[in-house]
């Protein structure tokens, strides 16, 4: 199997820098998972934006990803989901992979449209939200996505295909100290995208703005003593104490 | 003819998905009091009963799409049944869901459709005959304005924006059906599967304390105990986050993927209120917050906010707790 994880690198506000989109740890791993059942398995990162990826990338790579790619995006802070899958599916399409794996969700916009999308440009099945998988003889890969209400929908899907990966579908592994050695010194592959320009952009955020979060009724004031009395008094008045 | 809005219909076993009828009011909203713009599209088995039951319930026009590959959704089947038809008729907009079969279907159908692709909008406004819409972003700390730069908009709403449509038309619409042509399809969609899971004190519990990432450790749900002990009938819940770190269960987690609870108290617990783990307390009757950032999300679902600690906070609210009504009884 040739397997192709996406990685993001995301910079939540609030949080101090950045680090690699939590769902695609999930994807990583679970590529990781299927080279240990499929020996000769390789596993390559990719992450599409500027100069500053390659932290995340060379965090796959001490995951255990065997190839660290970048595809460049300038300015990269605007890239539309549509952009990033542009990029990632032209770059797959000479590649060859069996399988691209993404993560259901990056966690800063909260699209979940990249891996559907690159599964249209190459015209590849696919299924998002997946949380288990397995890989039959014949070329197929049967997955269960998550659906609402707890229930799961079985899937078959021929081989390459895309699949999106859920939290909580396997527990990531920590890097081991000769991964973290071979991806400070292994160089990141930049290859230059065939048919390489970037399409633009199908839509524009036009303002960013913070929501009003305003209680349906109160914040409860003062020090954190009066507040435990308050909070009491309330559960008292409302017949749960 | 001004470009038509389609709705594609969300159904399960022989029934419309009341979801549907959000993305109808989000068409309507779109429609610029124009609703004879408004089309239904139904695809896969049966469709023609959910057709009909649609056409009598909105009074629209409703496609039902047939064809010999769709069974129960799945993505590349629905994909090349609908992807042509709705090529042809070169939309608008197309409007599902943002459920596990709208956010699985429309980038894909977006970019067949050379679309743009708004997913999860919670509110649309026109500005100068243009659409704006809102989304949630920055891992839901802010919001958004984003306007299409396309002839075709692909959206999906999300669950609980709109207000479901009842019917505006007020008379019954007619269906009308389509053949597609789909060709071969490489997935196909072999069953559906419930995971079992003992017991569900979380639904039945009129008093529901809720663990989120904010525990920060496993031991500190020792605290989240210390507070269900107060009530006689409570059950403890949690965050997908604190399931997925191995802290709890999955059958504790409450959400669009987990449980639904409807109790009269839910206590959120270091929960950011993320829209899928709010999804699952929409009938929660009062529900109270401890969070120490003011803005949270989950403050805009709470009728009461605390701003604390939950690590500092819990053992003083523990403390008055005894002080007034002495150490909880052991259960
Ligand atoms: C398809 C899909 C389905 C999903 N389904 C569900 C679902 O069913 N249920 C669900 O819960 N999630 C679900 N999620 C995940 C969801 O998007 C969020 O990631 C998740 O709910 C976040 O959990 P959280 O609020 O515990 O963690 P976070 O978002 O990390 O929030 C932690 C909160 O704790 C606060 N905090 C930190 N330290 C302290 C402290 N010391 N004292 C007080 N407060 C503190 C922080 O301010 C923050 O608000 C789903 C996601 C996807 C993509
Ligand atoms: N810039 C990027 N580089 C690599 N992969 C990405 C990038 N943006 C998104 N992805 C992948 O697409 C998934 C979903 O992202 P999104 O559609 O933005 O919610 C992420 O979990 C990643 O796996």
Redesign the pocket.
């Known amino acids: 199997m040739h397997i192709l994880v996406c990685v993001k690198q995301v910079a939540l506000p609030g949080a101090s820098g950045s680090r690699i989109n939590r769902?695609d740890e999930y994807a990583l791993e679970e590529a990781l998972l299927i080279k240990e059942r499929m020996p000769g398995t390789t596993v390559h990162a990719v992450s599409v934006g500027s100069q500053r990826v390659e932290a995340v990338i060379r965090r796959a790579m001490e995951l255990g990803a065997d190839t660290g790619i970048q595809l460049s995006f300038e300015p990269d802070e605007e890239q539309t989901p549509y952009q990033v899958a542009s990029l990632i599916a032209s770059y797959a399409r000479a590649a060859r992979y069996d399988m691209i794996i993404a993560g259901?969700?990056a966690?800063d916009d909260l699209q979940?449209q990249t891996g559907p999308m690159i599964a249209a440009l190459l015209d590849y099945p696919y299924a998002s939200?997946v949380i288990a998988q397995e890989i039959r003889p014949d070329n197929t890969v049967y997955v269960e996505r998550?659906c609402d209400a707890r229930q799961r929908q079985c899937v078959e899907l021929e081989l390459p295909c895309v699949i999106t990966v859920?939290?909580g579908i396997n527990r990531p592994r920590y890097p081991s100290l000769s991964n973290i050695l071979r991806a400070k010194q292994q160089e990141i592959l930049r290859p230059s995208v065939p048919g390489g320009n970037m399409p633009a952009a199908r839509e524009t955020v036009t303002r960013t703005f913070q929501p009003e979060i305003k209680p349906k009724g109160v914040f409860l004031g003062g020090t954190p003593r009066e507040k435990a009395a308050r909070l009491l008094g309330i559960l008292h008045e409302k017949s749960f104490l | 003819m001004k470009d038509c809005i389609v709705v594609i219909a969300q159904h399960a076993h022989g029934r419309t998905d009341p979801v549907t009828y959000e993305s109808l009011a989000c068409a309507w909203a779109l429609c610029g009091g124009d609703e004879s713009r408004i089309r239904v599209m139904v695809a896969g088995d049966p469709g023609q009963a959910v057709a009909r039951e649609l056409a009598a319930a909105t009074g629209f026009t409703v496609t039902a799409v047939e064809n010999d590959g769709l069974g129960d959704y799945n993505a590349d089947a629905y994909l090349r049944a609908l992807g042509p038809i709705l090529a042809g008729m070169a939309p608008g907009y197309v409007i599902m869901p943002h459920t596990?079969f709208g956010?699985d279907l429309a980038p894909a159908l977006a970019v067949r459709l050379g679309a743009a692709c708004i997913t999860a909008a919670e509110a649309a406004r026109m500005n100068g005959g243009k659409a704006v819409f809102v989304r949630t972003a920055s891992?839901?700390k802010l919001s958004t304005e984003v306007v299409p730069e396309t002839d075709i908009v692909v959206l999906t709403n999300q669950p609980g924006a709109w207000k479901p449509l009842d019917n505006k038309m007020g008379t019954g619409g007619t269906v009308e059906t389509v053949r597609s042509d789909a060709g071969p399809v490489r997935s196909r969609t072999v069953g559906f599967k419930q995971p079992e899971y003992r017991g569900n004190a979380l639904a039945e519990s009129s008093v529901v304390v809720a663990?989120?990432?904010?525990?920060?450790t496993r031991e500190n749900l020792a605290l989240i105990d210390d507070i269900a002990r107060l009530f006689p009938r409570s059950a403890v819940g949690?965050?997908?986050?604190?399931c997925d770190a191995g802290w709890l269960g999955y059958a504790h987690?409450?959400?669009?993927?987990?449980a639904t609870v409807s109790p009269k108290l839910y206590i959120a617990?270091?929960?950011?209120?993320?829209?899928?783990?709010v999804?699952?307390i929409r009938d929660a009757q009062t529900v109270i917050a401890?969070?120490?950032?003011p803005a949270?999300r989950?403050f805009a679902r709470a009728d009461y906010g605390i701003v604390?600690?939950?690590?500092r906070?819990i053992p003083v609210l523990i403390e008055e707790y005894n002080k007034r009504y002495g150490t909880p009884q052991e259960a």
């Open positions: 769902y259901v969700m966690e979940m939200a998550e859920q939290s | 596990c956010y891992g839901g663990a989120g990432r904010g525990i920060g949690c965050s997908r986050a604190v987690q409450v959400g669009m993927t987990g617990i270091g929960i950011s209120g993320a829209v899928q783990h999804a699952g401890i969070n120490n950032d949270a989950i604390e600690d939950l690590t906070f």
